[in-house]
């Protein structure tokens, strides 16, 4: 990679609700320019540039990479499009941010990092989640070994999504969502939780259909261990009325906890010392005064920032493929019934190929 001092060039494939918040990240970052736009529907690429003042609009992404040089592409498609488009992107020279979940499968995953590192261009997963102040303080504090050995988690992802969320044809099918909620919804805060507490050991889940006529698993549940011997209790829904997105880590010296829905804040977190803590060493972990909330517009900033000087990508956009490891093992688990763990993982592979996993279907029950 090679530092530039000119502003990146940069196009967004995929027009739909999500690719706002790319646009707005972008229009926001003093040395990148939004030069194009692709969606299959004209109608729609053409009302979302004059939105977002875009000089071209295209009608697929070959046509996009034919037109000209470009520096970062946005992959921002229903999830099945998104290995293809991400390979052809990194193919033709440039950076790829793609939207979670960012394949259907880890083999596809495999074949994006693959393309990634034959070309000598950067991958990068929107996980938002990572971003912000607290969530980086937290982290300093843990790796640094302030609150003592991380010994048991929880993992929430408790959110509510009405049947006719499902309607999209897309969604709740194997073969185009890829897999059910833990993919498509917990997988934010799953990587959240490994971010925090680092590479993963083992993964023991179970898949769940309670409400929605799906082919997928409406609800997930799982237990994940660390290499540092944290255990971690993992629940995903989409049937939950109070929603809510919560991280808690029980460590030697304190409980720190994050809740919140779709993005946080300082007031998000809070952090609570054991009885033996004094209040003096429990006042050096105090958050920083500044603060920068979770989100796209901070997330790729960085991830900007880093692409113009030619350096790798910072932790808080790095590994790529960890959480999508961590959600296989889950779907792995459950259809096999064995541990996984990362030696074995790839073992599965159906699964690497195809999250499609036996289901326990419980919506007779009660009826």
């Not at 709740?172 to 917990?186: D, I, N």
Request: aromatic residues 6%; negative net charge; charged residues 20%.
């Amino acid at each position: 990679m090679t530092a530039t001092s000119s502003p990146l060039r940069v196009a967004i494939v995929g027009t739909g609700s999500i690719a706002a918040l790319h646009a707005e990240a972008i229009a926001n970052y003093a040395d990148a320019e939004l030069v194009a736009a692709v969606d299959i529907s004209a109608e729609r690429a053409a009302e979302f540039a004059r939105e977002w003042n875009i000089p071209a609009t295209h009608a697929s992404i070959d046509e996009l990479l034919a037109a000209g040089r470009l520096d970062v592409v946005h992959v921002c498609t229903p999830p099945g499009l998104h290995a293809e488009q991400t390979i052809r992107a990194l193919d033709a020279g440039a950076h790829v941010v793609v939207e979670k979940p960012p394949a259907l499968s880890l083999a596809q995953l495999d074949s994006m990092t693959d393309a990634a590192a034959r070309n000598g261009r950067e991958l990068a997963v929107v996980f938002q989640q990572r971003s912000g102040t607290a969530a980086a303080q937290v982290r300093a504090l843990l790796m640094g070994g302030a609150f003592g050995r991380p010994l048991v988690a929880t993992c929430q992802t408790l959110w509510y999504r009405d049947p006719a969320y499902f309607e999209v044809p897309w969604r709740g099918k194997w073969a185009t969502e890829g897999g059910g909620p833990t993919l498509g919804l917990g997988i934010h805060q799953i990587d959240l939780l490994a971010w925090l507490l680092g590479d993963w050991a083992s993964v023991q889940g179970q898949l769940w259909r309670l409400g929605r006529d799906v082919q997928t698993e409406d609800v997930s549940t799982a237990v994940l261990t660390f290499a540092n011997g944290t255990v971690a209790s993992v629940i995903t829904s989409a049937l939950s009325p109070r929603e809510v997105s919560s991280i808690r880590i029980d460590t030697e010296k304190a409980t720190i906890t994050v809740d919140h829905l779709y993005g946080h804040g300082h007031d998000n977190w809070s952090i609570t010392p054991a009885p033996h803590v004094d209040a003096a060493e429990a006042s050096a972990w105090a958050l920083p005064e500044f603060e920068e909330a979770s989100g796209h517009d901070v997330l790729l900033r960085d991830i900007y920032d880093a692409l113009r000087v030619g350096e790798p990508l910072p932790s808080v956009a790095g590994t790529p493929a960890r959480a999508f490891e961590i959600a296989t093992a889950l779907y792995s688990s459950a259809a096999t019934g064995r541990v996984v763990t990362p030696e074995t993982l790839r073992d599965d592979v159906e699964r690497c190929a195809s999250l499609e996993s036996p289901v326990t279907d419980l919506r007779s029950i009660g009826a």
